[in-house]
């Protein structure tokens, strides 16, 4: 058994550029927030930003959601487009709310319903590219990119819904800025998650995120891994290797101990302000990849669980709260049910102790990491420390019973269990068993 023990403090010693300070609103918010990702398409059998926000504001505050990502809303390019309703991500007017989802003040009652709920609402913004009838490609052509023959190309050849963007073209950046600005100044909504934020240049990123944040300080997380862009302006990454690694130790492609190299080299590579996204499943995945129960199978509990337990942030993908087990048709109408309600006294109990309790915090108000794996019993240790604050994770992902000691000194304290309320008292001696699959989340008493 190996143990990995991190504190707050990061190895990195050179701070951000555009690093907000761990005070700042928006840093505090994340430090604590759940984030849900919203596929307004299959949220609802209407599909409309009305139906979402009338059905499921109410309901996603409870479950103890405080932040809303929502998937692409901008209205649907017609040229080369896949399937019947098109990818939210082929855009074709950066300022327009697609019909199919309702209207402009659809969206601002949205907003001001989720405000009033406490939540913030962040958009998914597409820079990388745009649909082939989007009006800039008519007025600017110059604004893309374009092969040898001078004809405009996707980015990538199995993305043919999309024209890729020029980056060289100073008028398309400060349209794109414009665009951004739109809906911080006349909608107020919070910030945004950038899609493919790494296939465009950083350079772009910290003009365009610190115009933003001179508005309003807003949300900045980018759907990639580079701390490059975390260093010019983003508040937040997605923690892709977490969400591979936790995919590969289900498949039996990788052990559980493996997950103490990744805490060590995100360590290295983050500085302390650094956020990373956790999940288990995303639209991407979902769709392309297969369900969580496909991936991982009877590790999906647990994994799950350990996305809160971590540093980080978590996500809750649309209905992965109901036990979601089909991939939902990426171009088509393909609406979530919502009769299973098993789980959400799971991701209520999950959220709510994320919130409240100090260890839990990410950033620079992270508390103490100790891991501890066992690659034999396929066993985890994980503890979380803040002042007199403790969260205690322990973990069996395996299907025969497990005895577990928990060996921590940091560890032996008085602790009830989240989720039953029964009283635990760890120490040196105590031998606790798990049941194949079982889990415990104890706080400190």
């Known amino acids: 058994m190996a143990v990995i023990i991190l504190s707050a403090t990061c190895k990195k010693n050179q701070p951000a550029p555009f690093a907000i300070p ?42 103890g959601v405080d932040i809303l990502w929502l998937m692409p809303t901008y209205p649907i390019s017609i040229k080369n487009r896949k399937g019947t309703l098109g990818s939210y991500y082929s855009i074709a007017d950066y300022k327009g709310v697609n019909p199919e989802f309702g209207t402009l003040e659809d969206m ?56 890729d963007l020029n980056y060289e073209q100073t008028g398309m950046r400060k349209a794109m800025i414009d665009a951004m600005e739109f809906w911080v100044r006349d909608v107020g909504i919070d910030g945004f998650r950038c899609d493919a934020a790494a296939m465009v240049p950083t350079t772009f990123w910290k003009e365009a995120l610190a115009n933003l944040d001179s508005i309003k300080p807003v949300i900045k997380l980018a759907e990639a891994w580079e701390p490059e862009l975390l260093e010019n302006g983003f508040d937040a990454a997605y923690g892709w290797e977490f969400h591979h690694l936790l995919n590969e130790v289900a498949q039996g492609k990788k052990k559980i101990t493996d997950i103490e190299a990744y805490i060590e080299k995100t360590d290295t590579l983050y500085a302390a302000d650094d956020m990373l996204l956790n999940f288990i499943t995303n639209h991407d995945e979902n769709s392309w990849s297969g369900t969580e129960y496909e991936r991982m199978g009877k590790y999906v509990p647990g994994s799950a669980v350990i996305t809160y337990l971590m540093p980080g942030i978590p996500l809750i993908y649309t209905g992965q709260e109901a036990g979601l087990n089909k991939r939902l048709r990426f171009f088509e109408k393909d609406t979530i049910s919502w009769a299973d309600t098993s789980l959400y006294s799971t991701y209520r109990k999950l959220n709510a102790i994320k919130k409240r309790n100090p260890a839990l915090r990410t950033g620079t108000a992270a508390g103490k990491l100790y891991f501890k794996a066992d690659s034999v019993n396929q ?57 194949p699959w079982e889990y415990l989340v104890l706080e400190q008493q």
Do not use: C
């Not at 205690?392 to 269990?417: I, Q």
């Open 108 to 163: 601002k009652y949205l907003v001001k319903k989720a405000h009033e709920a406490g939540m913030l609402v962040i958009f998914d913004w597409v820079a990388n590219h745009t649909g082939w009838d989007n009006p800039w490609i008519r007025k600017n052509p110059e604004w893309y990119t374009r092969d040898k023959k001078g004809k405009i190309v996707p980015p990538v050849a199995d993305w043919s819904d999309v024209a």
């Open 22 to 63: 761990a005070t700042d609103a928006v840093h505090e918010r994340l430090a604590t927030g759940i984030i849900y990702e919203v596929n307004i398409r299959q949220i609802t059998p209407e599909g409309t930003l009305r139906s979402f926000t009338d059905q499921h504001i109410d309901r996603l505050k409870n479950l």
């Open 379 to 435: 066993s985890v240790v994980l503890l979380r420390i803040s002042g007199e604050n403790k969260v205690l994770g322990l973990f069996n992902f395996s299907d025969k019973p497990v005895n577990m000691r928990v060996t921590l000194a940091e560890a032996f304290d008085k602790y009830w269990d989240i989720f039953t309320g029964d009283a635990y008292r760890i120490r040196k001696k105590t031998e606790i068993q798990l049941d």
